[in-house]
């Protein structure tokens, strides 16, 4: 047993592991070598690289248990900038000396057990030495577990603390040990790093780690010696590598690598000296970002006195700007921006006071001390609000830079708060909204990332909130609603929830735009605490007592909080009971949107709608554009992990015909992250009041009284409540609310009486045309900060890498107008005196724009810079200068400018990026490096580019490329090395001459970077690229003086040209021999040789879809002469709309699962509409064939051939055969078709010979020693009756140049307009004709659009194929079909087939390509009647255009009809009742409160067809009705006269007229469009602003057709008959005729409710006849009754309805429509 247990404890004791923790000794000085190096870097190495290296002796004395002391000695800083390994590191002695004297002193630091503790630190020393040593110590940072050699941990760092896996090899027969240790630097629970400007970037905490574009590790070596004493460390080394994408690409990345080298040199005995001052403890391990002055991503500067540099900095960037270096300028700029942050408030004020008064500084400097975003700069800016030294539109331009670049602190939130209660803010109510709004979102970002934000600082939102509710002040309430939607904390959820009455029943009151913005308010919310806003707008959301634009306002948060699969289902199931389609319609297509969605962060948001939509059926797929929808666009690049969606957001009210409230957004994704990048809305409300005839006393007359006494009788009824005309819209910018506008009908006013006195615009208008008359001058200068977005991590060196991006724009405007009119504004100026003024114009404006964006990778601290920087650089310069003389009387126009003198830089874009070395000791001697080698290719210079530019005829355009530059040897390899290290190297110019005005255009583009070694984006990017547009002079025979543009109008249009035919003519004295002025004209234009060359070629273009060869069919193949001019009988090609002459084009048809999804059948084709097709028999030529049954009022259809092979017929050809087109069919059937387009372009008819022209313009150069030279236009038109012509001519004003422009477009009948456009010498080079046609496709009504090009220049073409090439993939996106087969080389055709109003059919034909689909819906309904013969006879009224337009316009007009016992309502609702005699309904009325009429209808007694309808308008009652088989009127109960029509007198209109059988009644101003009365038929047609206003028998209009049986108390009746009855009007029952009123009735039969005896009575009232009388007519009405216990006290007296009570039975019960009153109880 003992020798058991011996055993035991020698394993025991072999086993034990021994510690690996390093040890100092005391006593003991460790002298260590150290060296860090950090390159910058793409992964290819023979591009320019940037880097420092620190090399020091560093010494480490161990003073207690835990305390250590640590001494840098002999630091050494050297900077690297060229190409590694060959350029060397270059020291940097001055900086070395300024770092040693930090870096020399002692620092004291806890170490224990390998694991670094508290560091102390001089206190006077800057962070970045104390950094430089945690770089140091971090090495020492080793984790030992004693019964491990291979585990993981989370281990803390410099970089935070960081997932570490540790692996351990002993060795301990040499008593040595190595330890391996690596950081996953993107799996951290605690990491070190800042982010400055992305406070509205959001991340995605879910998103797995391969979306990061910055990824980063770091690995550890550590070799240990251990013995008796101990373990000592003998070397440490590091290795981190950060990679970072931009764009996401796996092969285009930088790279920074940092390396570490700790040895031990060796020991000695002295310890080292405790330390003579202070030490102050700086923290642990982790890296301390610097609290001072941050340097931005800009070139270094040294501060040593911020006011005088300020104030030359300011100088130079005024003067830089004055000289037209906008660049310099904005350089300075930013460096002002970057002093401003180092400034103190007073050198601020010192500053401002210098330049208070000099115009030209102070949008320089308010701008930049916006931009600098510092706690003093910011202070400053109150005070000089508060002593009202910024005017109202500086203050507006300044206030919101301020609030969105102040860094949110205690300090600068303490100034915002002073802000809302400044009373210079509070009395312009434009910077009180911004300074609210800003309050806000700084708010947002200062409690970004803090659980709970301060109650303090919410608490002035609150308090406006409170107020504006206790005053009722609607503009403030939605203020304080939006600021706190900008906070968007939690903390203001019961705050926004008393504006909402679906939990405050005072919030009922208010009107719906606050419950809308409400539930806005809570969008920003729902990132903190999604869940609880997701349970509070799913409650809105089925409220249905709310506004339906309220939830749909509640939808679009809810789906925000991304709901999960079991609520998106519950929503989905509610849509199937939802009594609004209007909120159903805008749910569904929500969550089909959705659904459809590839963005990977809503991916489970995507899948659960994908899941939920599949609950409901097809109907709410079909609803039409009257209701309210979800667009979205959306795409997402998984190479790039990049995307972005657009949604709009369209929700109609029921009082509108149109979306009222639009929101429109754009949203990105990037790698991880999701940004709002913008947000616009617009809101309306009651807008038709304002398009209305207005100020009518409709509350006067006498029918608003009837109608309030009448609601009395109508049990439950209620007016709308009033709506005043608004229209209101906001704009967010990054998520965050910047500015909104209510405009209302008062403030309308305001404005209009503020500028003038008067609510009248006529004054508006003399007084612009003062304003113009005094002239316009000044400069106008807005620089601004556009961004500062920087990611900052540390390195294991303790230096910071930062990806840094800040932009500057600067915009300028120079303007010096002056205006002169004639005669001048009198006192009694009218607006028509304008036509008979004449205006002098000389105007000078000069606008300019520039953007400077810089972007860095690398080393950014205030005392050195290292690594990469893009440089990219926007400008845009015009000068616009000219004279101008307008002539209203003589409708003339005279504009005259001076020619390009000086080559000018219109617009340009530049980009290059360098590695760069910056240190603070040396700022002037920065060292910056291309990225490529130098030496290797010759710069790129502006006289390379130098070649042979276009000609001065128009329209030839030449193209050039360097071939000097790129040999094709070099191209092909043979000087690949040369190649590899220099860059590819691209240039191209684009010139354009107009050598007749003097000037050319010319496009060059400059391109060298490094896409040769990695096709990425990073690639292209690094490297140099220029894009510029120049304007320059062109040298020509005779100087031009000036360039002169002359549009003549009306009768003055032919002496015009003929004038300045003369004026350069040489002949000027000789005596013309053509005496009248069209013979004149023709000779000047030429027109004689057009027509001669036009007649030559009319037979050859007759035939232009036959007689192309096989030869001849590429795309957009351009056709020989000898092609052309080929005789009739080779028309062997294919057929003119799609031939397949060949197998290799005969390809299966390309079905796209694009956004609609059909199925169809392949053996049977494609039908061109998506109705069930059924066997039958036919009398025509295909008897055999399948028919389809389309929509009632449509033909039937073929069914057999596939929708792109049948063949349009226009409506003017009355063959009816070859309706299919067959490929053994010629082509003659479609050749027919094709000769009015042929004939288009060759008519020789010239306008000239019997027209004036209409117009007439001249641009001409106009020259010192020679005739002018230029263009000249000449517009003829002829509008006959039954024919429309317009001809457009253009020439040279100069006699030997045949070029010519011809365009000609006619209407041949009503059914066919067909134009063309020839130019080139004669008209004769270029032609291209099109024509649209209406006619049938398939039987079905159609219309064609067709174009063919005979010939066109080679630019067109190529853009043409450039085009041709995206349709593909555009049209597999849209989800069309497509096929691909041979039609006409010269030739595309679009039909669109009219398969139902709400339904159309498309084919595309293009030469080589056929686009397809059908039953595409319509936004709106297109009436037609397709079954009507089309008839051939010419139209005699062109209206017929205007009358298409307001058939359409008509159709959406609301119609009621009553036929017999047919109604047929507003919303298109048909149903049968049976109207009880003698009782009047109400069968429309308003019920808006201005109650405008009443139309009320009765069935007669005598006849079940016939009705009586008794109509009551203003003053006027008026009764229409049938006696003697003769139709009646009377008005105000006197019989009309016979002759009709009948005009009223009062303020609104009203007519009666006969029509057709019966009467018309037209009241437009009352809101009744057109009613109808023939004894049989009533049909009311109501005006479009009465949509939602209406109640009665005839419904609301408003589109809800599931809510259609609405009794007056807004009760939703169970069946039609209960449904008409509610709409009786009751009578006095012994004076009139009907003896009927509606009553709670009891139900008979016993109830058991709840297993307990009940009695119950009905919600709504029962039609009974009155007491005395009896029923001799019952119908079973279904009704819902209220159930209370048999014993309750409820009973029949005294309750006129229940309808307020539950109902918990429906039952059916007898209501009576006929009465027999025998013993009827009547005073004498």
């Known amino acids: 047993m003992k020798a058991l247990i011996l055993a035991l404890v020698f394993a025991l004791v072999e086993g034990q592991k021994q510690d690996l923790e390093p040890v100092f000794h005391m006593g003991k000085t460790y002298l260590f070598s150290y060296e860090t190096i950090i390159l910058h870097e793409l992964t290819d190495r023979s591009l320019a690289t940037a880097g420092v290296r620190l090399t020091s002796k560093v010494e480490i004395s161990r003073v207690s248990h835990s305390d250590h002391l640590l001494q840098i000695r002999s630091p050494k800083l050297e900077e690297h900038n060229g190409f590694w390994p060959t350029d060397p590191f270059i020291p940097s002695s001055k900086l070395s000396e300024t770092i040693a004297a930090c870096l020399s002193q002692t620092f004291k630091f806890e170490y224990t057990e390998g694991r670094v503790g508290s560091i102390f630190a001089p206190e006077d020393c800057p962070i970045l030495c104390t950094n430089l040593v945690r770089g140091v110590l971090n090495m020492l940072q080793i984790t030992i577990k004693k019964s491990q050699n291979v585990y993981e941990l989370q281990e803390a760092g410099i970089e935070g603390i960081c997932h570490t896996r540790y692996v351990i090899q002993d060795d301990s027969k040499n008593n040595r040990a190595t330890i391996s240790k690596s950081k996953d630097l993107t799996d951290c629970q605690d990491k070190a790093v800042k982010n400055l400007g992305m406070a509205y970037i959001r991340p995605c905490p879910t998103c797995p780690l391969k979306a990061r574009n910055v990824k980063g590790t770091v690995t550890f070596t550590y070799k240990m010696k251990y013995d008796d004493s101990g373990v000592s460390l003998t070397s440490a080394m590091s290795d981190q590598v950060y990679q970072i994408s931009p764009f996401n690409e796996p092969n285009g990345a930088a790279v920074m690598e940092a390396r570490q080298e700790l040895s031990l040199v060796g020991t000695k005995r002295p310890p080292i000296s405790a330390p003579t001052s202070q030490l102050q403890k700086q923290g642990s391990l982790r890296y301390h970002f610097s609290g001072e002055l941050l340097q931005m991503p800009i070139p270094l500067i040294r501060i040593k006195n911020p006011d005088l540099q300020l104030t030359e900095t300011l100088w130079q960037l005024v003067q830089n700007n004055e000289k037209g270096d906008t660049k310099e300028a904005s350089a300075k700029f930013l460096q002002m921006v970057q002093l401003f942050r180092a400034a103190t408030l007073d050198q601020i004020e010192s500053l401002w006071l210098q330049f208070v008064n000099e115009l030209p500084y102070r949008p320089w400097f308010l701008s930049a001390i916006c931009a600098a975003g510092a706690t003093d700069t910011f202070r400053f800016l109150k005070q000089k609000i508060h002593d009202e030294k910024l005017n109202i539109w500086e203050a507006a331009v300044t206030l919101p830079l301020a609030f969105h670049f102040v860094t949110p602190n205690k300090q600068t939130l303490e100034i915002a708060s002073t802000f809302l209660t400044c009373p210079q803010i509070q009395k312009v109510l434009m910077h009180r909204i911004i300074v609210y709004l800003g309050y806000g979102s700084m708010v947002n970002k200062h409690c970004a990332q803090a659980l709970l934000c301060p109650n303090e600082l919410l608490q002035p939102l609150h308090d406006l909130a409170t107020e504006a509710t206790s005053k009722g002040d609607v503009k403030d309430m939605s203020l304080a609603l939006k600021a706190i939607g900008n906070a968007g904390e939690p903390a203001s959820m019961k705050r926004i929830l008393k504006f909402l009455p679906t939990f405050s029943s005072a919030a009922a009151s208010l009107p719906n735009r606050i419950h809308a913005d409400a539930v806005l308010a809570l969008r920003k919310i729902a990132r903190k605490d999604p869940a609880k806003v997701r349970e509070i707008t799913l409650q809105v959301f089925m409220d249905s007592t709310l506004a339906p634009t309220v939830r749909m306002v509640a939808c679009v948060v809810l789906f925000e909080t991304k709901p999960a699969l079991p609520t998106v289902s519950a929503l989905a199931s509610s849509l199937l009971t939802e009594p609004s389609l209007q909120v159903a319609s805008f749910a569904y297509s929500h969550m089909k949107a959705l659904a459809a969605g590839r963005i990977p962060q809503l991916y489970k948001l995507s899948a659960a709608c994908n ?320 990225i490529f080698p130098k030496g290797e290719i010759p710069n790129i210079s502006d006289q390379l580019l130098q070649t042979t530019e276009g000609s001065s005829k128009p329209g030839s355009w030449k193209q050039s490329s360097i071939p000097n530059m790129i040999s094709k040897g070099y191209r092909q390899g043979s000087e690949e090395a040369h190649h590899n290290s220099a860059g590819r190297f691209y240039a191209r110019r684009f010139c354009k001459k107009f050598e007749s005005l003097g000037c050319s255009t010319c496009l060059t583009l400059k391109s060298h970077n490094s896409d040769f070694l990695r096709n990425t984006y990073l690639h292209k990017l690094y490297g140099e690229f220029e894009a510029k547009i120049i304007l320059k002079p062109v040298h020509t025979d005779a100087d031009i003086d000036k360039i002169q543009l002359e549009v003549q109008a009306g009768s003055k249009a032919a002496s015009k040209i003929i004038e300045v035919s003369r004026s350069g003519s040489k002949e000027e004295g000789e005596t013309s021999p053509y005496e009248d002025i069209q013979a004149k004209l023709k000779k000047i234009l030429g027109i004689e040789n057009v027509f001669t060359a036009s007649n030559k070629t009319r037979r050859r273009t007759k035939r232009i879809n036959r007689e192309y060869g096989t030869a001849d069919t590429g795309l957009w193949a351009e056709p020989s002469t000898a092609h052309i001019s080929s005789s009739s009988s080779s028309s062997t090609a294919s057929s003119a709309d799609g031939r397949e002459p060949g197998n290799h084009h005969s390809k299966d048809e390309i079905r796209q699962s694009g956004k609609k999804h059909r199925s169809k059948s392949s053996s049977s084709g494609s039908s061109a509409s998506s109705k069930a097709c059924s066997s039958s028999s036919s009398s025509q030529e295909h008897s055999g064939d399948r028919h389809c049954s389309g929509d009632s009022e449509y033909s039937d259809q073929q069914a057999n051939p596939p929708v792109y092979q049948l063949l349009f017929k226009p409506a003017d050809e009355q063959d009816t055969r070859g309706e299919i087109l067959n490929i053994s069919i010629s082509s003659s059937s479609s050749s027919a078709s094709d000769e009015d387009i042929s004939t288009a372009i060759s008519q020789p008819k010239f306008l000239g010979d019997s027209k004036p022209p209409i117009l007439a313009a001249v641009l001409r150069a106009i020259h010192r020693n020679k005739q002018p030279t230029g263009l000249q236009l000449v517009l003829y038109t002829d509008t006959q009756p039954k024919r429309w012509r317009i001809q457009v001519f253009g020439s040279s004003i100069t006699g030997p140049s045949r070029w010519k422009l011809c365009a000609d477009a006619s209407v041949i009948n009503y059914r066919k307009v067909s134009g063309s456009l020839k130019w080139g010498k004669d008209c004769q080079d270029y032609q291209v004709a099109t024509q649209i046609a209406t006619g049938q496709f398939a039987a079905y009504p159609a219309m064609q659009m067709k174009l063919e090009w005979l010939k066109v220049p080679s630019i067109i073409r190529t853009t043409a194929r450039w085009f041709y090439s995206f349709l593909p993939g555009a049209a597999y996106l849209l989800g069309f079909s497509q096929r691909q087969q041979l039609g006409p080389s010269h030739q595309a055709t679009l039909v669109m087939a009219l398969t139902s109003p709400r339904t159309c059919d498309v084919v595309f034909k293009l030469p080589e390509l056929t686009i397809y689909d059908t039953a595409i819906s319509l936004p709106l309904p297109v009436p037609s009647h397709p079954a009507t013969p089309i008839s051939t006879s010419p139209s005699s009224d062109w209206k017929v255009f205007f009358q298409a337009t307001l058939s359409i316009i008509e159709s959406l007009k609301g119609r009621c009809t009553v036929f017999q016992n047919k109604i047929t309502t507003f919303n298109g609702v048909e149903f049968y009742y049976s109207m009880p005699a003698n009782c009047y309904h109400v069968l429309v009325q308003d019920c808006s409160p201005e109650l405008k009429f009443l139309v009320m209808v009765k069935r007669l007694e005598k006849s079940a067809d016939l009705t009586a309808i008794n109509v009551r308008l203003a003053s006027h009652v008026i009764d229409m009705y049938v006696s003697n088989g003769l139709i009646q009127l009377k008005i105000n109960g006197v019989q009309a006269p016979r002759d009709l029509p009948y005009t009223s007198n009062s303020d609104a209109s009203m007519l009666i007229s006969s029509e057709k059988k019966g009467l018309t009644l037209k009241a437009p101003d009352y809101g009744i469009d057109k009613l109808y009365y023939d004894g049989h038929r009533v049909e009311i047609q109501a005006a479009f602003w009465m949509a939602g206003k209406t109640c009665g028998i005839c419904g609301k209009y408003d589109a809800e057709i599931d809510r259609e049986y609405q009794t007056p108390s807004g009760y939703l009746a169970k069946d039609a008959v209960s449904f008409g009855h509610s709409w009786i009007i009751s009578e006095d029952p012994c004076a009139g005729a009907c003896k009927l009123q509606r009553q709670i009735v009891k139900s008979e039969k016993p109830v058991s409710f709840e297993k307990t005896a009940a009695k119950c009575f009905s919600v709504e009232p029962v039609l009974r006849c009155v007491k005395g009388c009896s029923a001799t007519e019952t119908v079973p009405v279904s009704v819902g009754f209220h159930c209370v216990p048999a014993d309750s006290a409820l009973s029949l007296d005294g309750q006129p309805r229940l309808d307020q009570k539950s109902e918990d039975v429906v039952s059916s019960v007898s209501a009576h429509t006929a009465c027999s009153c025998r013993q009827q109880a009547c005073p004498a």
């Open 611 to 930: 899941i939920a939509i599949k609950l409901l059926g097809p109907r709410l797929d079909r609803l039409s554009y009257r209701y309210s929808k979800v667009i979205q666009i959306s795409d997402y690049s998984f190479q790039y992990q990049a995307g972005a969606i657009w949604r709009a957001y369209l929700m109609n009210s029921p009082s509108t015909m149109f979306p009222s409230d639009i929101i429109t957004k754009v949203r990105g994704y990037y790698a991880d992250t999701a940004t709002d990048i913008i947000e616009v809305a617009f809101r309306s409300q009651s807008l038709t009041k304002l398009m209305r005839r207005q100020n009518i006393p409709f509350a006067e007359y006498d029918t608003y009284k009837t109608l309030k006494e009448l609601g009395k009788s109508l049990l439950g009824w209620k007016e709308l409540p009033p709506e005043d005309p608004l229209v209101s819209a906001y704009i967010k910018v990054l998520g965050q609310e910047i500015a909104f506008v209510d405009i209302d009908k008062d403030a309308i006013q305001q404005m209009m009486t503020s500028l003038t006195g008067s609510s009248d615009w006529q004054p508006v208008v003399k007084k612009m045309l003062e304003e113009v008359q005094r002239g316009i001058s000044g400069r106008w200068t807005l620089p601004v900060l556009v961004g500062e977005m920087r990611h900052i991590v540390p390195t294991v060196a303790g230096l910071p890498l930062e990806l840094g991006l800040c932009g500057a724009t600067v915009a300028q405007a120079a303007a010096d107008v002056d205006v002169k009119v004639s005669p001048p504004v009198s006192d009694n100026f009218r607006p028509f005196q304008l036509w008979e003024t004449k205006m002098d114009i000389h105007a000078d404006i000069r606008p300019k724009a520039y953007f400077h964006m810089i972007a860095m990778m690398g080393i950014n601290t205030q005392y050195l810079q290292s690594g990469f920087e893009f440089h990219a650089e926007f400008s845009a310069n015009s000068t616009m200068k000219f004279d101008a003389r307008i002539n209203m009387k003589e409708k003339n126009l005279k504009i005259e400018t001076l020619p390009c003198h000086q080559e000018v830089e219109l617009a340009a874009v530049r980009s290059e990026v360098y590695a760069i070395s910056r240190n603070m000791e040396e700022v002037d001697s920065e060292k910056k490096s291309h």
